[in-house]
């Protein structure tokens, strides 16, 4: 035992300190590491995974449609097979998932009703989030519990506090993992449309629709699979992305035409809304995902940022293009992370202060 574990830390340590771009790795709880899925990681897990234990699925704070894809197709597929489970997310959904099927057996984190659910848990599952505290305010409870934890993800640099991690930043989305991962524990025989259209359209949420963390075949593989449930494709596409209000149109027209900033040395373009025009535009969660993207069209911008005013503290979201990583950048100026393409953070500075911070860093991170 004692020699594995050591292994296990050699392996973790040489790939965080050394290689920032982890591959796919797997523990299982802190005694077996191995490169890909294996029959010996599912045969540990599944001598866990049985119908008298409780498990709890978990996504992240701000849940995009990958966590929340991810976690309802994790979770229709282990009730459809006879298992106690539940599932929570860390904070509201935003609008345009709210249609997703399953999203009525979701509970909201709170501090004063949760405890219970997470502390009765047996085995939690973690989807689309590296570490415990992406969940922000549930992370103080879900570190403490006592559970198996189960981490199915795509970020870099996971947390080594999880004791069975499958992990591949190759993977278009943790949603594309969460396919896997139901073919590899044998539950694919409960996979129906429900589920099939919760994980499409994670994998095409986090794919911007295809646009990017989409070459491999095997992410088309998972798709071939999925649409022969006869899930909607197009109305799927029409749900996500043309059920926005009218208000967040015309503060498309107004961050655009009015408040772009453009930093030709740097190729960075950045948008700052205050408190006050987010009440203005009625602006709801989830609404920026969208917005962040726009600037990209433009062929000499290959960083795009968007700071949006919160009451304690200017949220960030980085979108680039290429080999202009904005994970690195946001761990490093942002308190954040994400990925080299998609990355958010976090700015605990007024917000007249922010602007010059946000220029000063991206120079000095891309000169
Ligand atoms: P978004 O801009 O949509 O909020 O986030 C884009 C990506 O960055 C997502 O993959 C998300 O998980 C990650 N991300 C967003 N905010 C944070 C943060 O505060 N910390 C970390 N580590 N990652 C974040
Ligand atoms: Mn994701």
């Given at each position: 035992m004692q020699k594995y574990n050591k292994i296990i830390n050699n392996v973790f340590s040489k790939n965080i300190n050394i290689n920032y771009d982890i591959k796919t790795y797997i523990c299982g709880l802190n005694f077996t590491i191995v490169k890909i899925l294996t029959k010996d990681f599912t045969d540990k897990l599944s001598k866990i995974l049985t119908k008298e234990k409780k498990i709890l699925i978990s996504g992240h704070f701000n849940p995009d449609g990958d966590s929340l894809g991810g976690s309802l197709g994790l979770f229709h597929v282990l009730k459809k097979a006879g298992f106690d489970v539940s599932v929570m997310m860390p904070s509201d959904l935003p609008g345009f998932m709210k249609w997703l099927p399953g999203t009525e057996n979701i509970f909201l984190y709170d501090k004063n009703t949760s405890l219970q659910a997470i502390n009765k848990a047996d085995i939690i599952f973690y989807v689309d989030?590296?570490?415990?505290?992406?969940?922000?305010?549930a992370a103080e409870d879900l570190k403490k519990s006592k559970a198996v934890k189960v981490m199915l993800d795509h970020h870099p640099?996971?947390?080594?506090?999880?004791?069975f991690i499958f992990s591949d930043t190759e993977m278009s989305s943790a949603s594309e993992i969460v396919f896997r991962f139901i073919e590899m524990m044998n539950l694919k025989k409960y996979l129906d449309k429900d589920t099939a259209t919760c994980i499409f359209t994670g994998i095409m949420t986090d794919t911007l629709n295809f646009s990017?963390?989409?070459?491999?075949p095997e992410t088309f593989e998972v798709i071939s699979e999925l649409l022969k449930f006869g899930i909607n494709k197009d109305e799927i596409y029409d749900k996500v992305n043309n059920n926005f209000s009218l208000k967040r149109l015309k503060l498309i027209g107004y961050l655009l035409y009015e408040k772009m900033q453009i930093v030709p040395e740097v190729n960075f373009s950045y948008m700052m809304i205050s408190k006050k025009e987010l009440k203005e535009f009625n602006f709801q969660d989830g609404d920026h995902e969208g917005i962040v993207n726009?600037?990209?069209?433009?062929?000499?911008?290959?960083i795009s940022l968007i700071a949006i005013e919160n009451d304690d503290f200017i949220k960030i979201s980085l979108r680039s293009k290429g080999n202009y990583d904005v994970n690195k950048l946001s761990r490093k100026y942002f308190n954040g992370g994400g990925h080299k393409n998609a990355a958010g953070g976090r700015i605990y500075k007024s917000y007249a202060k922010t602007e010059e911070y946000i220029v000063t860093s991206v120079k000095a991170f891309f000169s």
């Open positions: 989030f590296n570490d415990e505290s992406r969940t922000e305010y640099q996971p947390s080594e506090a999880i004791d990017v963390n989409s070459s491999r726009m600037p990209l069209s433009v062929s000499d911008v290959k």
